[in-house]
């Protein structure tokens, strides 16, 4: 008699406990960015296409679908690492068959060159090139992602793909490449100034 | 000609971290030496093997983590734990016991952690406790202070006991703690503690041989010989005072109000202060900086609820001595007592925005 | 507001929590009398000395130059402008390791002094009071004064705030250990200061000046006194020596009782504060003309044959200051520019002196010791004892190290001032004024990057945008050519059923449009991408431009044919296509040229593996 009495009365706490829960999963439910939303902010919108999506935002819905994270080669490790913990994945090396995490670069368009061509223009997912049909183009520096893209349509070739220069308030107190630092000196800028 | 690059500050204030921790050991040696004088050469061999063992097993394990194990026993960490343990174990436990207690404070309480700086609780507390579960009776085996001890032993005696379990004439650490009507010697502490659970009230238990005029015998100037000590380190700022401060106001504040109300069951704040560990544990014990709060508030803090903690056990608990417990409890809540202490930082005083007028 | 300046009012002095007590070290420097170092063989000025940016450079490479004459216009950038420090020829304008901790480069004119030391035209103005406030501070400007203290802000900038200066507070206190340029000058040249003073006093309208010395410093406090004396609006603050007392923060601290609010300026309470050094560039720019082209730097150190403060022009090599002080340099020798507690290592003496430079310190290994190995962090919380920002650096030591960048934000990391004063006492000698300047320039990156991130998603999102938009148009226009068509198609049918004997004129509409549809196709197969217009484009004219871009692109594509077909002999490469290129015959005569630089570009670089085959010039030039 008392075996069912302890089953009934665990019974009604369940019942009961379970009620409780529910509603606050309703009441004290907290709204969140949608999952897209959470990792397109985690990539770094280069827009390059490296990772065989058409543009960052494409890529975070296939993660959010359960695709492979390491396919960005300019998020690099940290991204990879930040899409893991989101995601609570395991944080792979970065696939190589979609290229290889480097330094960070800008485009750069040697001007004499230039035909006026739009190609690049047109190429630029992000639009930092400035310029028109049979004018000058030229690489709005700090709109740059570096995604690469201009490179390819140039018929004359006239892009180069260069390193961000370091600068002192990039520099990030590695005293290792301080003795390297006092040589760049040497180098001339690609661009000469009058 | 190329120079060297350097981060700075280039200069440096010299008291560093292996002066630090010789400092402490050096302000130990007062209270050892008493404890040696009262309960026996005992104390001697323990902090030998202590040692030993300690060393050894740090550079195992700092080499097993792939780091210079010179490096980690240059900053005598290693040492001040080993030295600590062994002072707060019996002077006669067998060997075995303080090499058990020793492997356990190094290897797993301090390098599973993640090595130095990195432990949540006190290596030599945890070691204690440790034991003191375990082997609760190598563990309790404390023996009577030379004056009313039944006998007396040589240095052979109590090297043959620790690592026999038996003097060489046969006697086990049991015998040598009963007097001659049979009496067991227990510590003062434990003694009161019994008399009082026996109905009995506090001037009677006071009237037992191990009792001295304070608290008990040996004892009393056990405790005093670490306040010496203490007080070195606090001159020499090698410790700051609110640990301290805090843990013997915890202590002393509940047993002084207590004794005010029920003279005649609780034990007064003399002899809280100067019975069992509780020097020892507010200079020494307490105030280890890792397992510590970090903050000056919240040191105090931590300070009040070991003492506090030191004296509900005392008084209620189920063991007569209770500063390794309160250290450990202590230790679990550093966490939240730092979070909640953090100072204000420059600027960030309310009512320090100001509208120019 | 009022509290404070009750406070100011009766005299006190606060204190400040924590802080250290190092070894002061200032003599023998700071009992040598001031002395002229003589000009270098070349003199290296960088374009940017101070917070803020460069100018344009104004001079060329070989012009002369005169002494005081700018090198720089900053008028367009809101900088500071440089000037010569002394006549010569300007060498070169080139890049140059910076005196920065970093050791990057920079551009910089170097200039060889001629040795006649000769002026530019000066014109003295002791009248500083009757001119009008505006006009000082673009004086001020003009004569690129910055903040000498050691941060370099634009002095004219820090004046023009428009908010009202309750107290000009002259920071005279020098915390850091061996530095005495201030000490010295405050002893040589009070009363410049002094005049310097009244005239940041005047310009910022304030009723008081607070003029603030340590009290390590008695000749330059009876100095000063006696040259404040006859101005009742300027009160001596004599403060307790305790490093960083100096601090900008630490001093209102001290000299008001009260904290500025944090990621606030001084000028929110109504304070502003200035080094002497900068006083006394103010007094030389406004009274006598004379821009910030000299400072006074402490040389320093044991292995020093004559410690001493100096006037060194700026762009004085560090190499030429040492040499004139008699350096002798041990094993593992730091040459640091700056105090042993703020100051970075150069790993070469080829940087100049530079507006923000105040000591050059070369300490032997006794008495600064190097650091030895980092020891763990044993939490004795002996840096918290010492932080005066109250900070708890055993805390954002391991979040640091963690990479916890919220956590750290949490633990108001950017309230740290570098004094180091932390680092000075770990009993484990962890570098960690090092490891919080790391994390900040992390930090500082990491907000830049995703700055730059939402930008380019922006921008990306804008483009999305706008080719939606084209299409749209695009459609929209031939929706609507496509009714206009039907229209005229249905107008004609009626006019046809009218006027039957009209039908040449609708067939005409329709071979006409045949014969438009042909052209096209013809155009597109000769490779011309010329999008479908409505028939208003003058075919003649569209079908020449079209060709010339053809034939460009024919080459293109040709070099890209023979790219594929791995380096075989180039002169197959170029198509024939010449026929109609009378009119655009330069610019393709460019274009080729530019292809063919490219060609031989690419194929050098495929070539580099297989030497064997010399990459020939197309003659493609001569034949056109």
Known sequence: ?194 | MSFKVAAAPHGHSQKKTNQVMAWVVFALIPGVIIQSYFFGWGVWFQILIAVTVAYLSESICVWARERSARQALRDNTALVTAVLLAISIPPLAPWWIIVIGTLFSIVVVKQVYGGMGQNIFNPAMAGYVLLLISFPVQMTHWLPAAPIAPYDLGLWQTLHTIIFEYTPTGYDVEQLRTTVDGMSMATPLDGVKTALDQGKILTEAYQQPMLGSLAGIGWQWLNLGFLLGGIILLQQRIIRWHIPVGFLAGLLVPSFLAHMFAPSIMPGPIFHALSGATMLGAFFIATDPVSAATSDRGRLLFGLLIGLLIWVIRTWGGYPDAVAFAVLLANLCVPIIDRYTRPTVYGHHSGAKHDAE | MQDIKQFVESGQIARFPGGIHPPERKQPASEQPLRRVPYADELILPLRQHIGLSGQCTVRVGERVLKGQPLTDAALHQGLPLHAPTSGTVKAIEQRPMSHASGLPEQAIVITPDGEDKWRERQPRPDYQQRDKAELLDIIQAAGVAGLGGAGFPTSQKLAQQKPVSYLIINGVECEPYICADDRLMREHARDIVLGMRILAYITGTDKTLLAIEDNKPEAIDSMRVAIAEYDDIELRIVPTKYPSGGEKQLIQLLTGHEVPSKQLPIEMGIIMQNVGTAFAVKEAVIDDKPLIERVVTLTGECIEQPGNVWSPLGTPVDALLEYAGFKPEQQQRVIMGGPMMGFTLPITAVPVIKTTNCILVPSTRELPPPGDEMACIRCGACAEVCPATLQPQQLQWLAKAKDYPALEENNLFDCIECGACAFVCPSEIPLVHYYRQAKSQMRNQAREQAKAELAKKRFEARQARLEREKEERLERHRKAAEARKQMQQQQAQEASEQPSDNDGKSSAVAAAIARAKAKKAAQEDGSSTPAQPADAEPEQKSKKSAAVAAAIERAKAKKAAQQTARESDVEAESPATEQQRPAQDKSAAVAAAIARAKKKKQAREQQTSDDRASQSPDQEDKQ
Request: hydrophobic share 40%.
């Open chain 1, 1 to 194: 008699m008392s075996f069912v009495v302890g089953l009934i009365a665990i019974g009604a706490l369940a019942l009961i406990f379970g009620l409780i829960l529910g509603f606050a999963a309703i009441k004290f439910k907290v709204e969140s960015d949608p999952i897209v939303d959470q990792i397109d902010e985690i990539l770094p919108q280069t827009q390059c296409g490296q990772c065989g999506y058409p543009g960052c935002r494409p890529y975070a819905e296939a993660i959010a679908n359960g695709d492979e994270i390491n396919k960005c080669p300019p998020g690099g490790e940290a991204t990879i690492k930040k899409l893991a913990d989101l995601m609570g994945v395991e944080a792979k090396p970065l696939d190589a068959a979609h290229g290889e995490e480097s330094v960070k670069k800008v485009a750069i368009i040697r001007e004499d060159e230039c035909i006026g061509c739009t190609k690049c223009i047109q190429a630029c997912p992000v639009d930092a090139i400035l310029g028109a049909a049979k004018q000058m183009h030229t690489v709005i520096e700090h709109e740059c992602t570096g995604c690469d893209l201009c490179v390819e349509p140039c018929p004359v070739d006239c892009i180069d793909m260069v390193e961000v220069k370091a600068k002192p308030e990039t520099w990030q107190w590695n005293l290792d490449s301080v003795k390297q630092n006092i040589h760049k000196a040497d180098t001339i800028p690609v661009k000469l100034v009058e």
